[in-house]
Each structure stands twice: as structure tokens, then as C-alpha cells.
């Protein structure tokens, strides 16, 4: 059984009178990977921040192992922050050295200087940049400092490692390796990784558990078919536009990046498309069948993947098969918006 | 026309053959300046970086008011400084008037507006991710400002630098604290000043150029640090 590592009871924080987290309660394992995904602005990187001790919630308790943060000196707090670290999403390096950089946190640990160089030697072979000591930081690329920063972070072996957004500004070639060093990680040095994603489909690869955020407040469930993208008007309408030529009609005042969800319930299945008076109309193919009890889950990939749910009779009836061409039919107002 | 060349010509003398008396002054100068640059870089790099990273009531006419002091007459600073520390003034028990402390004194007043703008914008153009990410790595609160101070090292330099150059060269505060006694404190600047009025060009024009060199290093410095700046 593994230990609470790190838990919190009752947190909140305020800006600007603006309830921006609200949290009952949130434990985390020792050793599990984390993620946790919402919407911009639903309270993500304040929780990380949280978390890793950087800023103080209004009110609620703190505990690290069995200790409550929030009766400890200043000394001690920082002892324990330091047994914690976290990436930004948008990370810096310092204008030294690949090697200088990752010192960094070892020195202000006063680690003498023969470790630093194992350990710095450590971290970038885990991070898969090995001999890369004397590069300067500025003539990195971009995955390559990100890569840097996450073996900063590794070096000062911290208990928990927090990673905001770290896949969100680097191309898919990097996203992979990326996620393999999380694994590696994780597995190898045991480290507990909580990480903030945008990406449902990594969060749910990666993590031992997903937590979802919105509104500041943990959703006990994330909707199936969420997705994120941008609200557009178009010929006096407005459309949710996921991806590049697939657009779905929604019902909103809204405009700019949202996320929304479709309950896969709504979502009607037919060989040919038919005339009705839903606005949303699309070709794909089924990619994933799932048979549960008197329910069917389809995955149907018309360019994003989604989902849908129909009943055992009717998954029978119409012969579905996986690579079947089929049209997904739904109503604007079936898209719910965030 | 005639004096002026032979001034040149005793000026090359007077640095070639290492004239002693030349080089007491530009010894004098460099430790008057340098000193004083020491206890302005200490205060006006603090100064510049709190005024960079807090927010304080008053800050914009605190910042216009230090920028003002950038064009601080030095004969000003001169007057001040004097009526303060002569017999009469308030701390005149001190008897620092006509030393090498009083001229140190006025130079650090000078130098210390220029080290604290400078300083301000530097720090103001180092990314805010420098604090943040020092904190994320375990640093305390001192831990991360002095990091930024790092970050923006180049330009800090510059900004002691430039105030260097502004007091090696003045000679209205050095001539009026000081009193250019032979010796004790007369500087390059003020040594010029008496050697001309006296007519030995020669020896005014040998310092001239000493003083040129000197500027001129501190500029291929200033220069060699703006541009790592980047």
C-alpha cells in the first residue's frame, strides 16, 4: 500500500474576489503519476502552485506525509518545498550553461560538488542528453530545453515532480519522448509526477489517475468527448471548430477558446446521412467497440475520435463493424459548452 | 601655435619617462573614484533592484526624481557637500573638508542616481520567469533576487561603469571638496584645471590624454558589456 505523500483538505484561494480554487479534498500516492487536466483558467496552475508551496491558499490545510504544512517555521517549509519541484509551462533556462543550470538547485542546497557532477551526469542521460554539459542554454532547441529544464528538476531528486502543461508548446516528435521520460521517470526513480494536461487522450495515458478541473472546483467525472477548440461565427452562426474543416454547430454567446462536450447518448449512427433537422452531420469510421452489458460504446473517428453509445438491439440490428463508414448525426444543442 | 606642440612634445616626455608626479595624480584619481564607485555600486545596485521588483507608493515620482539626479551639476553636489562639512557646517567636527574622504563623498553622491537608474532598467528587463523558476529549484527569497541580479549582470556592470566614468572625469565637486592640494588631493581633472591656468600645457595636456586613455577603456568595456547584454 502506498503512503499519502501529499494531501489537502478544504482549499481555497481568491483573486480579485474571484473564487479561483475550491478544493474538498485531494490526496496523492507516493510513486503514482497525476494528471490533471480542465479547461484555461479553471485553476490548474494555481493548484500546482499550491502544491508546490509557492503560493499560500486562502484558507484549508496542507499536509506532507503526516506533516501539516501550515503549522510549520518558514524554515521548515522551505525544507519540505524543496523536497518538491515544479516545470512551468513555459519553462527558462538561465544564461549559463546546460551544466550551470542544472547545478542551480543543487547548489543552493550546498551539495558538494563531486555529487553535482554525478548527478547532473544522471539526469541528462535519463533525459536522453547525455554529453550535453557545455552547450550553452541559448543555443538549445526547443524540446531539447525542455528537456534541459526536466532534468533540472530531476537532479535536485525531489519526491514530487510537477510538470505544468509540459507537452503544450513542443511538436509531436517531442510529446512522445517526452512522455516516455515521464514513464522513465516514474518507474525507474519512483519520483510522484502530477502533471496538467490539455490533452484527455495523454492524461489518461499516462496518468495512474486523472483529476479534473473546472470552475476551480474537482468534477467527480470528465464528459466523454471533450474537446478543445475555438467558437467562430460564421454566415451569422456560430460553429465550434475543432480541428482544420471539422466544425460543429453549437448554441452560444460565446466566442474564443472553450472547451465543450458531446454525451455520447445524443450521437444518432447511420449507414447514410440522412435529412433531419440536427445541424451536425459527419462521415467516419469505427475505429474501438466496447461491449458493456446491454450497452455498446463506439469509437468513430470522423477526424477526431468520438464517442458514441447505443443499445446492444440496435448495435445488432445495423451490423456494425469496425472500419464500417458510418454518419454521425447530433443537434447543435447537444453540444455542450464550457 | 608654437606652445602647443611643445606642449604635446613635453606631454609624451612626461608619460614616457613615467613622470612621478603625473602618476601620484592619476594614482590619486583612480583610488579617489574607485572607492567611491565601490560604496555606490553597493547601495545604488540594491537600490535599482528593490526599486525594479517592489511596488511602493510614491515609485513614479521616485524614479522621475532619481533620473533628474543623473544630470546633477557637479558644482552642485560640490556646494552641498561643502556647506555641510566646512568648519561651519554640521559636520564640520569631522574635518573631512580638503580631504581625499570629502571628494569621495561627493563623487558617491554623483555616481549613485546613475548606478540606480541604470540598475532599475536592467533588472526591469530581465524575464520574470528568472525569480520564479529559482523558486521552483528550492531557492529562498534572497536566493532568487540575487539570481536575477545574475541574470542581469552585463548590464549591471554597465551601469557601475558608466558611473565610473561620470566621476573619474568630473572636476567641479573633486576641485571644491578636495581643494587640488599637491599630493593629498589633487586629481587628474582638478591638476589640469591649475597646470593650464598656469600655462604648463605640457603637463595639463600629459593628463589630458591619460584621462583620455581612461575614458576610452571604460568605453570598449561599456561597449563589450552592452553587447553580451543580449
Redesign the interface.
Known amino acids: 500500500m502506498n503512503k499519502t505523500i501529499l494531501k489537502v483538505k478544504n482549499i481555497k484561494k481568491t483573486y480579485n474576489s474571484k473564487i479561483v480554487l475550491d478544493v474538498d479534498y485531494l490526496a496523492f500516492q507516493e510513486g503514482k503519476i497525476y494528471a490533471i487536466v480542465g479547461p484555461n483558467g479553471s485553476g490548474k496552475t494555481t493548484l500546482l502552485n499550491i502544491l ?1 508551496l ?1 503560493e499560500k491558499p486562502d484558507e484549508g490545510q496542507m499536509f506532507f506525509y503526516d506533516q501539516e504544512i501550515n503549522k510549520k517555521s518558514n524554515f521548515d517549509i ?1 525544507e519540505i ?2 523536497q518538491m ?4 509551462q ?3 533556462l ?2 549559463y550553461t546546460v551544466y550551470n543550470n542544472i547545478a ?2 543543487l547548489k ?2 550546498g551539495t558538494p560538488p563531486k555529487i553535482q557532477q554525478n548527478r547532473i551526469k544522471n539526469a541528462l542521460n535519463m533525459v536522453g542528453l547525455p554529453g550535453f554539459e557545455n552547450r550553452k542554454a541559448n543555443q538549445l532547441s526547443g524540446g531539447e530545453a525542455q528537456r534541459v529544464v526536466i532534468a ?2 530531476l537532479a ?1 531528486k525531489p519526491e514530487i515532480l510537477f510538470l505544468d502543461e509540459p507537452t503544450a508548446n513542443i511538436d509531436q516528435r517531442h510529446i512522445d519522448v517526452l512522455e516516455r521520460i515521464i514513464k522513465t521517470i516514474n518507474k525507474e526513480i519512483k519520483t510522484t509526477v502530477i502533471f496538467t494536461t490539455h490533452n484527455l487522450s495523454q492524461a489518461y495515458r499516462l496518468a495512474d489517475e486523472v483529476i479534473s478541473l473546472l470552475d476551480g472546483k474537482i468534477i467527480k467525472q470528465v464528459p466523454e468527448n471533450l474537446l478543445w477548440g475555438e467558437i467562430i461565427e460564421e454566415d451569422g452562426s456560430k460553429w465550434f471548430n475543432v480541428v482544420e474543416n471539422i466544425k460543429f454547430a453549437v448554441v452560444t454567446e460565446k466566442v474564443g477558446s472553450v472547451y465543450v462536450s458531446i454525451d455520447p447518448r445524443y450521437i444518432i449512427l447511420s449507414y447514410e446521412q440522412f435529412q433531419s433537422s440536427a445541424r451536425n452531420s459527419f462521415l467516419g469510421k469505427i475505429t474501438k467497440i466496447i461491449e458493456q452489458n446491454h450497452l455498446v460504446k463506439l469509437e468513430v473517428d470522423i477526424g477526431v475520435p468520438l464517442v458514441t453509445i447505443i443499445t446492444r438491439e440496435s448495435f445488432q440490428d445495423m451490423n456494425f463493424n469496425l472500419g464500417s463508414k458510418v454518419y454521425l448525426t447530433f443537434k447543435a444543442s447537444a453540444v455542450k459548452l464550457y | 601655435m608654437v606652445f602647443i606642440i611643445e606642449g604635446i612634445q613635453k606631454a609624451f616626455q612626461l608619460i614616457f619617462t613615467l613622470d612621478k608626479e603625473i602618476f601620484i595624480i592619476v594614482l590619486l584619481s583612480l583610488r579617489v573614484s574607485l572607492i567611491a564607485i565601490f560604496f555606490s555600486s553597493l547601495l545604488g545596485v540594491y537600490l535599482g533592484f528593490l526599486m525594479a521588483v517592489k511596488d511602493f507608493w510614491g515609485k513614479n515620482f521616485t524614479i522621475a526624481s532619481i533620473n533628474t539626479l543623473l544630470a546633477l551639476p557637479t558644482v552642485v553636489v560640490g556646494l552641498t557637500v561643502y556647506s555641510f562639512i566646512s568648519r561651519k557646517g554640521p559636520l564640520g567636527v569631522l574635518g573631512l573638508l580638503f580631504t581625499p574622504s570629502a571628494m569621495i563623498i561627493g563623487q558617491f553622491i554623483l555616481a549613485t542616481p546613475i548606478i540606480i537608474a541604470l540598475t532599475h532598467s536592467a533588472v526591469q528587463g530581465i524575464d520574470e520567469r528568472v525569480r520564479n523558476t529559482a523558486l521552483t529549484l528550492g531557492a529562498t527569497e534572497s536566493q532568487s533576487a540575487w539570481m536575477v541580479i545574475k541574470e542581469a549582470r552585463y548590464a549591471v556592470l554597465a551601469a557601475v561603469i558608466t558611473g565610473f566614468g561620470r566621476v573619474i572625469a568630473e572636476v567641479g565637486a573633486a576641485m571644491m571638496l578636495g581643494g587640488n592640494i599637491k599630493g593629498s588631493t589633487r586629481t587628474m581633472t582638478t591638476a589640469i584645471a591649475l597646470e593650464t591656468s598656469k600655462g604648463e600645457f605640457g603637463f595639463g595636456i600629459a593628463l589630458g590624454i591619460i584621462l583620455l586613455i581612461i575614458a576610452f577603456s571604460i568605453n570598449i568595456l561599456l561597449h563589450y558589456f552592452q553587447s553580451k547584454r543580449v
Not at chain 1, 85 to 88: A, Q, R
Open positions: 508546490n509557492l522551505l518545498r524543496r519541484t515544479l516545470v512551468n513555459d519553462p527558462f538561465f544564461h542551480y538547485g543552493i542546497r533540472r528538476a535536485i
